[in-house]
């Protein structure tokens, strides 16, 4: 992700105040909140597992929600794009549209 174009350019993406809620495999960044990893053999403090917990509740209702989209708009099944920069955001919204 370091060489992301929403790394590298992120007020191209974010404005003040906005992020984005990741897993465990990212690494904390301005615009990236990623859950917290467990360190060998120690638990998560009882604040971390539950934010962590909240992020995961987070995860599977956006997950619901594609589905539902995906089965109510039968096109975006076949929407297999990777969204790199502008044009392909807009190559994506006009599908969608």
């Known amino acids: 992700?370091?060489?992301?174009?929403?790394?590298?350019?992120?007020t191209d993406y974010f404005?003040?105040?906005q992020y984005l809620l990741a897993d465990s495999a990212f690494l904390p960044m301005e615009n990236v909140v990623p859950a917290?990893?467990?360190?060998?053999?120690?638990?998560?403090p009882y604040e971390q597992n539950d934010f962590n917990?909240?992020?995961s509740g987070v995860g599977v209702a956006i997950e619901n929600c594609i589905g539902l989209w995906k089965n109510r708009?039968?096109?975006?099944?076949?929407?297999?794009?990777?969204i790199a920069n502008k044009q392909?955001?807009?190559?994506?919204?006009a599908w969608i549209m």
């Open 53 to 55: 917990r909240h992020l």
């Open 36 to 44: 917290y990893r467990r360190q060998r053999h120690q638990p998560l």
């Open 73 to 82: 708009f039968q096109s975006l099944r076949g929407l297999r794009l990777r």
């Open 15 to 17: 404005s003040e105040g």
């Open 1 to 10: 992700m370091a060489n992301c174009a929403l790394t590298t350019s992120p």
């Open 88 to 93: 392909d955001m807009v190559r994506a919204t």
